[in-house]
Structure formats: structure tokens, C-alpha cells
């Protein structure tokens, strides 16, 4: 075979490769290895014609397995053998769109370093411009106003191109061929700074006061990616505490954002993979502990959430010389979702921001900011917003077409589609007017993302027959509803991202709440099972009555009163307990059987130790009092465990009591009480394992997201023979459900 024969070769893509510069990349890489042909856009990918010998098609085909764009994500690659049609050049061919798409949307991507260096030189077109972008970055997902991806159909298609922009955007050896959301100061749309509901100035200018405004101590609202924050200097307590008071928002942490890695490690103690996530493209909130006190940024933990700039604007801000760290919190009031239209934030946030920096692009769908920890497993992700969404987060090869709308907290939606399965942003917490509009838009967006009608889909949704995602998903004319148990979904989770959708397991769900089969309130469950072929109760934890329901989710003290009932007796009014009166008429609703309802959830175990350890007052986010608590853990070095033989908590609290009466430090309480829940259920999943023959421990549930108990377990179970399966894609809290309901419902039996 001569090396100078011509073959040709027909590759086609699929994955991330449209809006994130793949055929610009394989134009370059074509013409850097003589190789002739097209490359072209169509609705399931991208498709390569290629010509040329079959040593520069070798290394041509390297080159595109290799060497791809930053953002694009290739997941599969096939090439074939295909006719010499005598290609004189390598040429872009205009995008093929016949049939149903299966094109993945790209997440929103932070800058890229070559538009931060135009940014920053002075002489460049695009010298501090606030929107710079290009096809190696920028926003997408929360620009598309719908499929297929181009200007037109993005919130840009308002401003036209100017010649030199219109040139690049025209041009193949360009960064900016095709790059959608492109412009410039001469084109492009700008910022406006707002004071008292009258524009007051444009542009640099806008830009470098609000930097002023910042430093003197007030609150300005900044149009971000996905929506608006709320930012103010973080080592100014009183912009801070006025901060807190506007929003109602009394101890759940604020994020801070910093303008480089070393002025994040100045602040938190960042490990190698604290600041891998950190710099990641999809530029998360990463949970880190604090190095610093800042007064009132993160009141009762030791942690802190940060991030650097993933926009030219905040690097613009920074380098004008904003306050660093920089409080950014999601701008809205307590639980409301977050503002994104300018209207509704100029209205929403009236009485909170003293400013607004208003940016004219506008922003087509909600996205929060995403959050990253760092478990002993490794990064995981606990909010899956802006970076994340929407993604690919398992493989369901062969499955049919589902839609799972997740559970009514943390709320987030997944749809399988074409054995793929498509998790969109977090929603937020269901039961408020804009979030519900929010859900039902989500829902809307996915499907027609993918050219499917509801109809067309199976719909899975919670067991909870009064949750309103369930009222939602019954609403919609699906082929078919299926409803799937929550602890089960959690489990289901884990399995699914790992794709170990046939293996039986031993699964581990330590959660908030959910609803059981019974109808009791589940949150401690062992469950033995695989998600082809469902799961089983294999043990839980004692159920005890939980005066006032989910409600009581509000004051650990009720929770405390249901699960001490019959351990103590009195009102443990007095030293060291001095629990409130609330207490006591819980105590009296449970004697007398008035509102009380069968719970075994885990997540109201934590917090009647919390209680008994000083927690006595209002919850005012979900799992306030767990991290509380296991702040108080932290600190301590005890390595002994409380009894929980048999998931019988009666013992458990009664040495916490014991303990507690002797006058031992509250932190050693709290971390062999930490112990002693992780030793409890090591102990029951390894029965389980033992009895159904399972090697493999699935880890889920809010609780999860507790690190010592997470890595407590770990510990016994790997003692015990036993691998664990924990997440990292999809959150273990309710924000991973969705993927869980669309495994069982689109797999099982
Ligand atoms: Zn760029
Ligand atoms: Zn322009
Ligand atoms: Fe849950």
C-alpha cells in the first residue's frame, strides 16, 4: 500500500462539540496535517469527511481524539472506511439539521485566558470589555432561547455585528468563527449602573463606580451569568450584617469570591483538589475550610464557600480595585429563587441593593452558582447549577425516553433521552410562586431541548403523594407515570452515575426525610437491591413518633421530644440542658398521640442531639442543625463510639445524656455521637451485605454530605471487606433524586 495512495474516512462525534469551537478546531487541525474534506454540524453531532494518506489521516484522527477544545466533551468516536470523492480543500459546511436532535447544550463556561488577555491590554478592540467571549468560553445555556444553537436564536440576536466582528465571527482560522454570543464595545451590549431607578452611567465607567460604591460599604446587585447577586466587601461587618438583614437571611453562609488561587488560600485551607474544582471551567462555590474569621460571612461554621471570577465583568471589578474577598450571594429574599430579569430585580430588590449594575445581555434561563466539597472520596458536587447544567450524568443504553422531575426540596429535573440521561440546573426548593414557574419552565426546556413531547415520555416522580413535584408530573399526559420510593431513588442514584445499574447492593440512605412505603416518614434506611430489579427494607432505624411531621424539621426540640420519649423523663428544663418550653408540649403531644407521625429519619435523630447539645432555638435552613452539630465534632479527637447496636438510638442518646449530665465537652459529645450513628449503620449494612451476599455499599442521602460519618463509614465498611459507592456528579441530597426516579423508573421491572 503506497503511503501516498488517498483513503477517506467518514467520523462522526457526538458529545459537547457544538457552540464550544469544534469545527474551527478540526478546520485547523485538517489544514495542519494536509487533510481534505468537510466537517459539518448535524442533529446528533458533529460528522467528518476526511482525505488524505492514510499516515496524515492517523494523525489527523489523533489530533481530534486528543486535542479537542477545553469545553467540548467528546463521548464517542467512530470512524469508517468511506469513497474518495477527490476533496480539493478542507472547507466548514453549513450545519445539517434534519431530524430529532440529540445534540448536547454546553453548559455556561467561565473566560477563557486568551479573552481575559485582551481584556487586560490596553490597545486591544476589546480592552475592558465586560461581555469579551469566544468559542472557548462564555455563556450558552442560559443564552439559548432555543435549539438549534445559533445568534438568532440566542438573547443576542438584538445586536447585530459590526464589520470587524462580523469578519472573525466569518472566519474558519478564527477563535471566534461561529462563536455565537460574540462582540465588542462598538457592537455589543454593555453594563448600566443604576442608583434610585435612573440610569446613571454606562459602560468603563458604570464599571469603575461601582468599584467605589463597594469600597465605601454598600450592597450593589451585579448581573451575573445565571442571574444577579448580591455583592458587598466581606471584612466590612456592618455591609455584611445590613446584607443579612435585607435579605432575611439570618445564619445560612454567604459565598465570597476572590480574584486569584493564592488570595483564596489566604482566606481558606485549600487542598490540591479544593483548587483543582476551583479553577475547573465550570467555576463552582467550593466548601473549604476558613483560614480567617469574617464576621458574619459564615456564623456558626468553619467553612467557607468560595470562588473566583468566571466572568470578564468580575475580573474587570477586581482589577479596578474591588474589595477581595468579595461577598457574592445569589440575590433574592430568604428562599425565593433567584432575580434574573432585570424588571423583576429591580422590583425584588429594591430595599436590598443601594445599586444595580444591570448588564444588557439578557439572561434567557435561571442558573445558580454550582457547589463543590471536597468529601474523603474526593470532590463532590452538592449543587449542580451554572458550569454543570445541564450534563450528561449516566448512560442508560437502550432505555426508553423518561422524565424524572425529582422531590420538592433542592429540586432539580433529569431526562433520559437516546440512552443518555440529561440532569438540569438546580431549581430550588419547591412551594413558592417563581420556583414552581421555574419547575414547569424546566420541564418545558428539556423536552423540547429534545424535540419530546410529554406524551412521549415516561414520567417518574416521588412517592410523597402530596409533594407538588408529584401533583406536577400527574398533571403532564405522559405514556406512563411511575412513582418511586425516595430512599430507593437515593440509592438508585449513586448506582447510576457509577453505572452499576445491574449490580444488587447494600444501600445506605441517611436522609432528611421521604416517604415510605407505609406512609411513615423514612430517613434511616438500609435497603437491599439493584435498580433493575428494585429494593427492599432490610432494616432502618427505630422508628419513633415525630410530633408536628416534616414541620418539625423547624425546631430540633421536637424532634428531641419524639425520639427521647420513654428514654428520659422530665422536661430536661433545667442545667445543662435547659430545654424550652416547646419541649415539654411536644413531649405531651406524643404522650397523648396528637399529631404525631412514625419517623425513622436520620436527619431528626441529628437533630434531637443537637437539642440535647444546645441547639434549642429555629432551623432557618435545611440542615442547619446536622452542621451545627458537626461543627462541634470537628474539633474534637475522640475516637469512641456511643452503642447503636440494632439502629436502636435509645441507647445512643441515653450515653449523649449520660455524657452530657457528667459535664464532658460538648465537641467530644458530638463526635462520639458522630461515631456511634457511623458505627450503627457499618454495622447494619455489613448484616445485610453478610445475609444477601453483596460486596458493594451504596452511600446516599443528605446525611452524606457529613463528613465524619461519611468517613467513618467508609472506614468500617472497607474493615469489613465491603467497597463503598459514594456520589460525585449528582448531589446525595434531594438535588440527585431526579437521576435516581429515571434509573428505577426507565429500568426496572
Ligand atoms: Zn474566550
Ligand atoms: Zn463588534
Ligand atoms: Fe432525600
Not at 615 to 631: D, K, Q, R, S
Request: charged share 20%; hydrophobic share 45%.
Amino acid at each position: 500500500m503506497s503511503s501516498e495512495a488517498p483513503f477517506a474516512l467518514r467520523i462522526e462525534i457526538r458529545g459537547v462539540v457544538q457552540g464550544v469551537g469544534f469545527r474551527p478546531f478540526v478546520y485547523r487541525v485538517a489544514i495542519a496535517h494536509g487533510v481534505r474534506g468537510w466537517v459539518s454540524n448535524g442533529p446528533h453531532g458533529v460528522s467528518i469527511h476526511a482525505e488524505g494518506t492514510s499516515a496524515s489521516l492517523d494523525a489527523f484522527l489523533h489530533a481530534v481524539r486528543t486535542e479537542a477544545p477545553p469545553a467540548a466533551h467528546v463521548a464517542t468516536l467512530t470512524s469508517r472506511a468511506t469513497d474518495v470523492v477527490g476533496s480539493a480543500s478542507f472547507v466548514i459546511r453549513a450545519s445539517d439539521l434534519v431530524g430529532a436532535p440529540t445534540v448536547r447544550v454546553s453548559p455556561d463556561l467561565c473566560v477563557c485566558d486568551d479573552c481575559l488577555r485582551e481584556l487586560r491590554t490596553a490597545g486591544d478592540r476589546r480592552y475592558g470589555y465586560e461581555y469579551v467571549n469566544c468559542t472557548n468560553c462564555g455563556p450558552r445555556y442560559s443564552i439559548i432561547e432555543s435549539l438549534p444553537y445559533d445568534r438568532a436564536r440566542t438573547t443576542m440576536h438584538a445586536w447585530p455585528l459590526c464589520e470587524a466582528c462580523e469578519r472573525e465571527y466569518r472566519d474558519p482560522a478564527d477563535r471566534r468563527y461561529h462563536a455565537q454570543p460574540t462582540a465588542c464595545p462598538r457592537c455589543g451590549p454593555r453594563y448600566l449602573l443604576e442608583r434610585a431607578g435612573a440610569t446613571a452611567l454606562r459602560g468603563d465607567d458604570a464599571i469603575a463606580a461601582v468599584v467605589d460604591l463597594l469600597r465605601a460599604g454598600l450592597i450593589v446587585a451585579i448581573k451575573g451569568i445565571g442571574g444577579y447577586h448580591l455583592a458587598c466587601n466581606a471584612e466590612m461587618s456592618e455591609a455584611v450584617a445590613t446584607l443579612r438583614e435585607r435579605k432575611f437571611r439570618k445564619d445560612k453562609p454567604f459565598a465570597v469570591m476572590v480574584p486569584t488561587i493564592d488570595a483564596a488560600r489566604e482566606i481558606g485551607e485549600l487542598g490540591p483538589e479544593h483548587c483543582e474544582a476551583l479553577a475547573s471551567i465550570a467555576r463552582p462555590i467550593v466548601l473549604a475550610p476558613s483560614r480567617r474569621r469574617l464576621e458574619g460571612v459564615a456564623p456558626g461554621t468553619r467553612e467557607l464557600g468560595l470562588m473566583l471570577p468566571h466572568t470578564p465583568l468580575h475580573d474587570l471589578l477586581f482589577r479596578l480595585g474591588a474589595p477581595s474577598p468579595l461577598v457574592l450571594t445569589s440575590a433574592n429574599r430568604s428562599s425565593e429563587p433567584i432575580a434574573y430579569r432585570d424588571d423583576d430585580a429591580r422590583e425584588r430588590l429594591a430595599g436590598l441593593a443601594d445599586a444595580f449594575l444591570v448588564g444588557e445581555r439578557p439572561i434567557a434561563r435561571r442558573v445558580d452558582d454550582s457547589v463543590v466539597s471536597v468529601q474523603c472520596h474526593g470532590p463532590q458536587v452538592l449543587r449542580r447549577g451554572r458550569g454543570f447544567a445541564p450534563a450528561i450524568v449516566a448512560s442508560f443504553p437502550g432505555a426508553p425516553a423518561t422524565l424524572a422531575v425529582g422531590a420538592d426540596l433542592k429540586n432539580a429535573i433529569a431526562l433520559v433521552v437516546a440512552g443518555d440521561v440529561v440532569m438540569s440546573q438546580h431549581i430550588g426548593d419547591l412551594g413558592d410562586l417563581e420556583t414552581d414557574r421555574a419547575f414547569d419552565e424546566t420541564v418545558r426546556d428539556l423536552l423540547s431541548m429534545f424535540a419530546l413531547r410529554a406524551d412521549e415520555v415516561i414520567v417518574a416522580h416521588d412517592l410523597h403523594p402530596q409533594y407538588r413535584s408529584t401533583l406536577r408530573a400527574q398533571s403532564l399526559s405522559a405514556l406512563r407515570h411511575v412513582a418511586v420510593q425516595h430512599h430507593a431513588a437515593h440509592v438508585a442514584a449513586v448506582l447510576a452515575e457509577h453505572g452499576r445499574l445491574d449490580e444488587t447492593v447494600v444501600g445506605l440512605a441517611l436522609d432528611g426525610t421521604g416517604y415510605g412505603h407505609d406512609g411513615a416518614i423514612w430517613g434511616g434506611e438500609v435497603l437491599v437491591g439493584s435498580v433493575r430489579r428494585g429494593f427492599r427494607r432490610a432494616a432502618h432505624l427505630r422508628v419513633a413518633p415525630l410530633p408536628g411531621g416534616d414541620a418539625a424539621a423547624r425546631f430540633p426540640v421536637q424532634a428531641a421530644a419524639g425520639r427521647l420519649y420513654g428514654i428520659v423523663d422530665g422536661a430536661l428544663r433545667d442545667a445543662p440542658f435547659h430545654l424550652p418550653a416547646r419541649f415539654a408540649h411536644a413531649t405531651a403531644l406524643v404522650e397523648r398521640g396528637i399529631n404525631c407521625f412514625p419517623s425513622s429519619s436520620v436527619g431528626r435523630l441529628f437533630d434531637a442531639a443537637a437539642a440535647l447539645l444546645g441547639f434549642v432555638g429555629e432551623v432557618t435552613y435545611e440542615g442547619h442543625a446536622a452542621i451545627w452539630l458537626e461543627n462541634l465534632a470537628t474539633s474534637a479527637a475522640n475516637d469512641d463510639a456511643y452503642p447503636f447496636a440494632r439502629l436502636d438510638d435509645r441507647d445512643l442518646l441515653g450515653a449523649l445524656i449520660r455524657d452530657r449530665r457528667a459535664g464532658r465537652p460538648e465537641t467530644e459529645i458530638a463526635r462520639a455521637f458522630h461515631l456511634g450513628v457511623a458505627s450503627g449503620f457499618a454495622e447494619a449494612a455489613v448484616g445485610a451485605a453478610r445475609d444477601s451476599g453483596c460486596r458493594t455499599v451504596a452511600l446516599s442521602g443528605g446525611v452524606m454530605q457529613n463528613r465524619i460519618v461519611t468517613s467513618a463509614l467508609a472506614r468500617h465498611l472497607d474493615a469489613a471487606g465491603l467497597s463503598t459507592l459514594c456520589h460525585r456528579l449528582v448531589p446525595p441530597n434531594d438535588g440527585g433524586i431526579a437521576l435516581g426516579q429515571a434509573a428505577i423508573a426507565a429500568l426496572g421491572g
